[in-house]
């Protein structure tokens, strides 16, 4: 465990954000590897049914994962101010209601997924590879919820690195699977599914396992499995917001893949691929993001404002210098990077996924200054803001991908383009936000200092999939 309320505040988020980086690559290589062999093996239909199919899955969790986050967030500000007896009933509520929601999360994603690929418009092509995709998904989603869940509470109490050996394990484990599925057995989408289903579900017992063991003010007994309704309202309050914005993304994330799917099969192929290279490209950004809220609830929990700015100068100069290094390999290598999905000679989706990555590479920069802005806001209490923002881009988002892509010279790159306008919009609001001081008074209003630490408990890890 790490606290964060005293020492360099660079070093500190640099070494917070090492691991953060390392497991956001190991979460994305589940699906960047899944996409290759899929492709590889099956072909770019089965390759495109898959990306196809990921909107659906994502919409159905968001919700639950956004409130996980409000149980993490208070976690990290009782860590931070030392209360351990509430933080224990915090996890031993949160853990129950997770339970009894993916269980709701199963029926309900068996039930809509054919209904929501037919309104998507899903080409009739990779329908049935799509929908098999989220039935073994949601049957299995139970595990993949408490894996999250459960390295997302290791980290609220300053734990970067244990989830990290985890996820290590299930990403070796899933790549075994694919290649024992896809390869040896001849499944097609299902068996991607498959793979990271049980994977992620050994990676949860493991964070189980490890917690149980070594991290004794989460270790529960008996008579702490008890459900605290008082504790789970604060958590729903705090978490709602980031549970709305988690949902609206994923609501946007189906509209513009129906935008995307409207452009025939090429596009949604090209879409699919340029996307698995996005997320890789920006998983340390996403790593300082959360590196930067964490810092700043703990100091928050500790009634450090002092440090809160220093943190963030010293991730934002961790993020530029990301940003122009990664920046430059996309530019330079983006359609031989697109062609390890489909191969060299679908020369229609590398012209299409290249041109997506030299349009959003560029603004990763803004990305980055985004997530470190609302790191802080979110860590300092001032969770609103963040949700505003957050739905006013993806509405532009989504708004600009429409208009754009409707002027005939324009064309499917409106997609691309509105995915920059949205980050520069994002980004303007939360740095004038933080510029304007408003947040400082958001975890003191109307308690002190240690009370507001407690039931403010507003914001420490956040976006594990992301604004991407």
């Given amino acids: 465990m790490r606290d964060m309320t005293k020492g360099s505040e660079f070093r500190h988020i640099l070494a917070f954000s090492l691991p ?4 956001n690559v190991l979460q994305q290589l589940y699906f960047f590897i899944d996409s290759i062999i899929i492709g590889r093996f099956r072909g770019a239909n089965a390759f495109a049914a898959v990306n196809a ?77 799509a929908l098999a995709f989220l039935k073994v998904s949601f049957a299995g989603i139970t595990g993949m919820i408490l894996y999250n869940s459960f390295a997302a509470f290791l980290r609220g109490v300053g734990d970067s690195k244990t989830p990290l050996y985890f996820l290590a394990i299930s990403t070796v484990l899933n790549i075994g699977l694919d290649f024992v599925f896809i390869a040896g057995l001849g499944m097609g989408p299902e068996g991607v599914a498959l793979g990271t289903v049980i994977a992620q579900t050994v ?49 946007s994330g189906l509209a513009v893949q129906g935008l995307v799917n409207s452009f025939g099969l090429v596009t949604v192929t090209a879409y699919g691929a340029a996307i698995r290279i996005d ?30 700015g220093k943190g963030l100068r010293a991730s934002l100069v961790l993020m530029v210098l990301i940003c122009v290094v990664i920046t430059g390999i996309v530019l330079l290598f983006g359609e031989q990077l697109i062609a390890m999905f489909v191969g060299a000679g679908d020369t229609g989706v590398l012209q299409q996924g290249g041109e997506y990555l030299r349009v959003v590479s560029v ?10 802005m ?23 988002r989504v708004a600009a991908a429409y208009v754009l892509s409707a002027i005939a010279s324009i064309g499917h790159r409106g997609i691309w383009w509105s995915i920059p306008v949205s980050w520069v919009l994002a980004s303007s609001i939360s740095t004038m936000r933080y510029f304007s001081g408003a947040w400082k008074t958001k975890a003191l209003t109307a308690r ?4 507001a630490a407690a039931n403010a408990a507003a914001q420490v890890i956040l976006e594990e999939e992301c604004l991407s």
């Fill in 279 to 308: 997320q890789i490209a920006t998983a340390f950004i996403l790593s300082i993001g959360m590196s930067t809220t964490t810092f700043t609830g703990q100091n928050v929990g500790a009634g450090r404002f002092d440090r809160v």
């Fill in 20 to 23: 953060l980086f390392i497991g």
């Fill in 363 to 372: 603004f990763y920069v803004v990305f980055g200054l985004m997530f470190c």
């Fill in 203 to 251: 990676s949860g017992v493991l964070c189980l396992v490890y917690i149980n063991r070594r991290v004794p003010i989460l270790k529960l007994s008996r008579k702490d499995l008890v459900f605290d309704g008082k504790l789970f309202a604060t958590s729903i309050r705090v978490g709602l917001p980031m549970a709305v914005q988690q949902s609206v993304l994923g609501i």
């Fill in 53 to 129: 199919a990921t909107p659906v899955l994502f919409l159905m969790i968001a919700l639950v994962m956004g409130l996980t986050m409000g149980a993490t967030i208070m976690i990290s500000q009782f860590f931070g101010a030392k209360d351990h007896d509430r933080l224990r009933r915090t996890y031993a509520t949160s853990m129950i209601f997770y339970l009894g929601a993916a269980v709701v999360v199963t029926v309900v994603g068996l039930l809509v997924s054919r209904p929501l690929l037919v309104l998507l418009d899903t080409p009739a092509e990779i329908l049935p590879g």
């Fill in 374 to 396: 609302n790191g802080v806001l979110r860590g300092s209490g001032d969770v609103m803001v963040p949700l505003y923002t957050t739905i006013a881009t993806l509405v532009t």
């Fill in 448 to 451: 002190n200092r240690r009370e």
